[in-house]
């Protein structure tokens, strides 16, 4: 099961980071990714991290932005956001998949999202 938090509303050019907490003993099992879904658009793939925390694969419109990490011994995932942008409003949803993939299809867990608003 895994539980989002973190999102909020704030201005462009400021930084939010979001966490996502894993029950179970299998966190480091998992690949994890981070994924958003804007009001009125499909869900896209934002960023993902390999089980021990390498590699990491971003988008490209985050590359620079955005930082994920995760902490295997806490079983958490954050996605650290700096120098928001308008256009970074959305849902943002963590998900864990044994597969290394950013389609989304392919996790197989999914936490309940937490909304981001980037104010300009």
């Known amino acids: 099961q895994l539980q989002a938090s973190g999102g909020g509303l704030v201005r462009a050019g400021d930084s939010l980071t979001l966490s996502c907490a894993a029950s179970g003993r299998t966190f480091s099992a998992y690949h994890m990714g981070w994924f958003r879904q804007a009001s009125g658009k499909e869900r896209e793939f934002v960023a993902r991290i390999a089980r021990i925390g390498v590699p990491t694969d971003y988008t490209d419109s985050v590359k620079g932005r955005f930082i994920i990490s995760r902490d295997n011994a806490k079983n958490t995932v954050n996605l650290h956001m700096n120098s928001l942008r308008p256009e970074d409003t959305a849902v943002y949803y963590c998900?864990?998949?044994?597969?290394?993939?950013?389609?989304?299809?392919?996790?197989?867990?999914w936490g309940q999202g937490t909304k981001v608003t980037v104010s300009s």
């Open positions: 998900a864990a998949t044994r597969d290394w993939s950013r389609n989304g299809s392919l996790y197989e867990y």
